[in-house]
């Protein structure tokens, strides 16, 4: 079946991960601006790597068959750092309304510091401004706390909940989170977070309504397999195909296409792959042959009565 991971750090993956995910059936992914590991010093960093997510990954992505789009933010990490923060602020607005951003994000809460919670509101005030969607990271620390805590903060700024993706969910918060009318996204890491059999049981209690798998594949250990995988594992375990349809795919769908910039054309009729395509004079290959998709044209014939 064909799946959509809407969670996953594409940039520190490799292009084997892009051949394989195709060939799993992934078809769209949705990659988050996100910390890298170490902590960037300028904000020069920030617009190279804003640039990347809507330019560069774009282009990598769809070499391999596979429709690419983001989320930019400040995460929570480097909310800490004030006078860094503000600088990334004031350059947001310029790269949130890019082709292919379909959310703010992934924002919210880490050390759930006073300096988080500065930036996390504004970062919703301007998804509030410019009528976005916004990708909520909850923290990995005290995560019930956290994640009630985003999602009041949301309200009183006057998001509407079907607009906001809440992800990093675990069976401690998703009953909330799907009380309180809120997108329910699980993280699928091998051994923490929400491992593949604890996921088919949410699934089982919950049904499919407003939850959505993702893997959050990054730098570290992570697995950029994990949304066809689970899908299998439902479908191992029982779970009814219309629910491994709605959290594998189509939900993604849902929640996100209220963008505008996140549409199942895009991957549906896909523009044909020709790896000889360059991206500012760099491709992705190495010496291997070309993968070029040929697109047969109609070949017009003359009536012969006619001449």
């Known amino acids: ?20 995910m195709a060939a799993a059936g ?31 990954e774009r282009f990598r992505a769809a070499q391999f068959g596979i429709s690419h789009y983001c989320t930019i ?16 602020m004031d350059i947001l607005p310029r790269f949130a309304t890019k082709e292919g951003v379909v959310a703010i994000g992934e924002i919210g809460y880490d050390e759930q510091s006073d300096a988080e919670d500065k930036y996390y509101r504004a970062q919703l005030e301007l998804a509030r401004e410019l009528d976005m969607l916004v990708m909520i990271h909850t923290p990995h620390r005290d995560k019930k706390k956290g994640t009630t805590r985003s999602m009041d903060v949301c309200l009183e700024h006057g998001l509407p909940p079907h607009k906001v993706i809440v992800d990093h969910n675990n069976e401690e918060t998703v009953k909330e989170t799907l009380d309180r009318g809120f997108w329910a996204a699980f993280t699928l890491y091998p051994q923490t977070k929400m491992g593949n059999e604890r996921m088919v049981e949410v699934v089982r209690q919950y049904g499919s309504e407003r939850i959505i798998c993702d893997s959050s594949a990054d ?7 994990a949304v066809p995988k689970v899908a299998n594992l439902m479908g191992q375990r029982g779970i009814d195909e219309h629910h491994i349809q709605m959290t594998c795919y189509q939900n993604a769908i849902n929640a996100y296409g209220q963008s505008g910039q996140f549409n199942e054309t895009d991957w549906l009729d896909p523009t044909p792959i020709d790896q000889r395509t360059l991206f500012e004079d760099n491709s992705v290959l190495r010496g291997q042959d070309p993968r070029v998709d040929v697109v047969d044209i109609p070949v017009l014939v003359k009536d012969a009565a006619v001449g």
Not at 30 to 49: C, H, K, M
Not at 74 to 85: D, I, Q, V
């Open 1 to 20: 079946m064909k799946t959509i991971d809407p969670h996953i750090h594409m940039s520190a993956r490799t292009t084997d991960d892009y051949e394989a």
């Open 26 to 56: 992934v078809v769209a992914v949705i990659e988050p601006a996100f910390w890298l590991g170490q902590t960037r010093t300028n904000v020069g960093s920030f617009i190279d790597y804003y640039s990347s997510l809507i330019g560069w």
């Open 73 to 88: 933010g400040l995460n929570s990490k480097e909310a800490n750092n004030e006078a860094l923060a503000e600088e990334v």
């Open 219 to 225: 730098w570290g250990v992570s697995d950029p397999l």
